[in-house]
């Protein structure tokens, strides 16, 4: 611990007063190794994993942290905060818990099921704003009119000494690490982690990683003015206002940030599952996808991932699944032009089959102007083993008369 960190407002003291407070009343989460993970990204890996909190996220450490803190009358008043997400549900179950009266608004567009989880952890949930700027004005106007604690994602020291608590148990569990690679969002989790693994291992290196659709910290510690926005699927770290409190702390004590893609990030997200058998969200993956966009980096170096949530929306889930194995060459559409005649179509799936690929659905495509009146585009899509059986197959068809193109990608890589 610095001087410069004790005046920020968080020492490693206050991480682990946290620690004794929250035994037993939050997950002491696993820290495992991946040893999947260490050849494809060169480099051991051990995994703390966040995901397996009572809410699916570290933000269970933080609230309760805070909430703990409150006095008598704060507590009878009731607190209000301002989430789409994980803090959301973090604040809702422990305020139910401590039975303090907890408000949590969120924009109008929230998706139904994060208001109804939030909802029966214990919390009022009010839809207010067309976004989260609108729906924090709103939180302000409930603190102002009655008296509510305002319960913030990350700027408060309470909630940075309490999100510290996962890397005191990650270092005494895994004292051996040579680097930790931890997800920003407003930059709690980070401070935090990085106080308390640094006073029990000062040689130690911290690695941030933002989207690269919202480099908001990276870009503020830098001196450029942030600017963020688009689709991504780390919306746990789609954060366009940095953090005050722990922007300093990290500018002190993070080595780098790193910035990751949506190809990266889905690849992540696709490898924990298929490779650790963890279903985890986008913000959760982003420091695995960090080691597989800069593995020069971390090359033979322990590293430790703090997998910070596993909250992921199952639709979308499922695409990253099956975006996955057409990256992989596993599932292929084809684009055939047979003759619209009977027995063709039993004819090209013969071919498929025998080679080993399975048709899992079949479209006709036959009012195509382009497409002569007798002849019809046939599209299916296809099971396949790797990317050169998928080559192949069309090599088959090709060989049997049959013009025929691969329409979906396969990625990057």
């Known amino acids: 611990m610095t001087e410069k960190s004790a005046a920020m407002g968080v020492t ?74 994980n803090h959301a549900q973090g604040v809702a179950h422990h305020a139910s818990r401590l039975g303090i009266r907890a408000i949590i608004v969120m924009p109008k567009a929230t998706p139904f ?7 029966r952890l214990g919390a009022e949930v009010v839809l207010q704003g067309d976004d989260l700027n609108q729906a924090l004005d709103h939180a302000d106007r409930l603190v102002r009119e009655r008296g509510l604690t305002f319960i913030h994602p990350y700027d408060d020291p309470a909630i940075v000494a309490g999100q510290g ?21 407003g930059g709690g989790l980070i401070a935090g982690s990085a106080i308390a693994a640094q006073a029990l291992k000062p040689g130690i290196e911290i690695f941030g990683v933002e989207s690269a659709l919202y480099p908001s910290m990276r870009q503020a510690i830098a001196g450029e003015t942030p600017h963020a926005g688009g689709s991504t699927i780390a919306e746990g770290i789609a954060v366009k206002r940095p953090g005050a409190l722990t922007r300093p702390i990290i500018e002190e004590r ?33 420091g695995l996808a960090a080691l597989l966009a800069y593995p020069e980096r971390f090359q033979g170096r322990r590293v ?29 559409r084809l684009r055939i032009e047979i003759s ?65 193109r691969l329409l979906s990608a396969t990625g990057k890589g």
């Open 304 to 332: 430790g991932l703090i997998v910070s949530g596993g909250n992921i929306d199952s639709r979308v889930l499922a695409s990253i699944l099956m975006r996955g194995l057409a990256r992989e060459g596993r599932l292929a």
């Open 254 to 286: 993070v080595k780098e940030i790193l910035l990751v893609d949506e190809d990266a990030l889905e690849r992540a997200v696709l490898a924990m599952a298929e490779q650790e058998k963890l279903v985890v969200e986008g913000a959760g993956a982003a």
């Open 165 to 185: 608590t996962a890397a005191l148990e990650m270092l005494r569990a895994a004292p051996e690490l040579d680097c930790l690679v931890v997800p920003i969002g």
């Open 113 to 119: 099921t994060k208001a109804e989880q939030t909802k």
């Open 12 to 85: 490693f003291d206050d991480i682990e007063d946290a620690a004794r407070a929250l035994a037993g009343a939050v997950v002491a989460t696993p820290t495992l190794p991946a040893r999947r993970l260490d050849a494809m990204v060169g480099a051991p890996v051990t995994l703390k994993l966040e995901c397996r909190q009572y809410t699916g996220s570290f933000k269970d450490r933080g609230a309760l942290n805070k909430l703990r803190k409150l006095d008598a009358a704060a507590r009878a008043k009731g607190v209000v905060a301002c989430s789409a997400g």
């Open 340 to 404: 619209d005649a009977p027995g063709v179509l039993a004819r090209v799936a013969g071919l498929i089959g025998r080679l080993g690929g399975n048709i899992v659905e079949v479209y006709h495509q036959r009012l195509y102007y382009d497409v002569p009146v007798t002849m019809t585009d046939l599209d299916v899509v296809v099971e396949t083993r790797n990317q050169q059986h998928v080559d192949e197959i069309l090599a088959c068809l090709a060989t049997e008369g049959f013009a025929a």
